[in-house]
């Protein structure tokens, strides 16, 4: 699977270690490089955009609350970002929201935790049921012209 990767300052040390996990996956890394201090936009909206166009399958960004990388992703069309802290919201954001993109709190989560939600999250598939008709009212509203 092939994965966008991308957080800011307060998520790079998370996002390193979760790149050494994640070695049987093609990672794309989208930023940022190092702790100096940046804005999660900047790489938040590139990993989004390649999860939205197809160019990745599934997306992980991490910020450090979480809150912010959820906002910006979720401004992209086509974009279902979940914020986890737990491995249940993980499997749950698969199964019934078909989240394509996985939020992490670089500030308050450990790597071992990060892992479990990610081996969780990567394995889970969309239950469809009634879920599928949740998904469907998104993408419709998505494709409403906007005023």
Request: proline share 2%.
């Amino acid at each position: 699977m092939k994965i966008a990767l991308a957080s800011d300052h307060a998520g790079y040390e998370l996002k390193e270690a979760i790149k050494e996990y994640l070695t049987e996956h093609e990672i794309i890394d989208f930023g940022t490089g190092s702790t100096e201090p940046m804005d999660y936009p900047d790489t938040g909206f590139k990993a989004a955009e390649a999860v939205a166009k197809g160019d990745c399958e599934r997306g992980i960004l991490i910020c450090g609350s979480g809150l912010g990388m959820s906002i910006v992703a979720n401004k992209v069309k086509g974009i279902r970002a979940a914020l986890c802290h737990s491995v249940e919201l993980a499997r749950l954001s698969r199964q019934h929201n078909d989240a394509n993109i996985l939020i992490l709190q670089g500030r308050f989560m450990s790597k071992y935790l990060a892992k479990d939600i990610i081996k969780i999250w990567l394995s889970t598939e969309f239950s469809e049921g009634r879920h599928i008709n949740r998904i469907n009212k998104i993408k419709k509203y998505e494709r409403k012209p906007q005023d």
